[in-house]
């Protein structure tokens, strides 16, 4: 089992930056991927950035150039550096862990991060 806590949401005006993290503890192996999906009030849960412990990373077009995602695997925890927030980056964000060539997800409870247009 792998517990994940978040932190660092808020209400940020457009133009804005906030900086999640996300710690995570249990059965960690040192293969594995960490990240970051986010969902809208009526909308599917959409994927953000994620990280792997080799540093190899991946973000959403949406987010591109704008979210920088960072993990310290010495403290188990990752980072999502968001920068230039928008009215459409209002969202639920969820972090979320997985060991490398295995499948299934463990999520954390999800932090809001409102950006009012």
């Known amino acids: 089992q792998v517990q994940l806590v978040e932190s660092g949401g808020g209400l940020v005006q457009a133009g804005g930056s906030l900086r999640l993290s996300c710690a995570a503890s249990?059965?960690?192996?040192?293969?594995?991927?960490m990240g970051w999906y986010r969902q809208a009030p009526g909308k599917q849960r959409e994927f953000v950035a994620t990280?792997?412990?080799?540093?190899?990373?991946n973000y959403a077009d949406s987010v591109m150039g704008r979210f920088t995602i960072s993990r310290d695997n010495a403290k188990n925890t990752v980072y999502l550096q968001m920068n230039s927030l928008k009215p459409e980056d209002t969202a639920v964000y969820y972090c979320?862990?997985?060991?490398?060539?295995?499948?299934?997800?463990?999520w954390g409870q999800g932090t809001q991060v409102t950006v009012p247009s």
């Open positions: 979320y862990y997985r060991r490398l060539g295995y499948s299934g997800n463990y």
């Open positions: 249990g059965s960690i192996f040192s293969g594995n991927a």
């Open positions: 990280i792997t412990t080799r540093d190899s990373t």
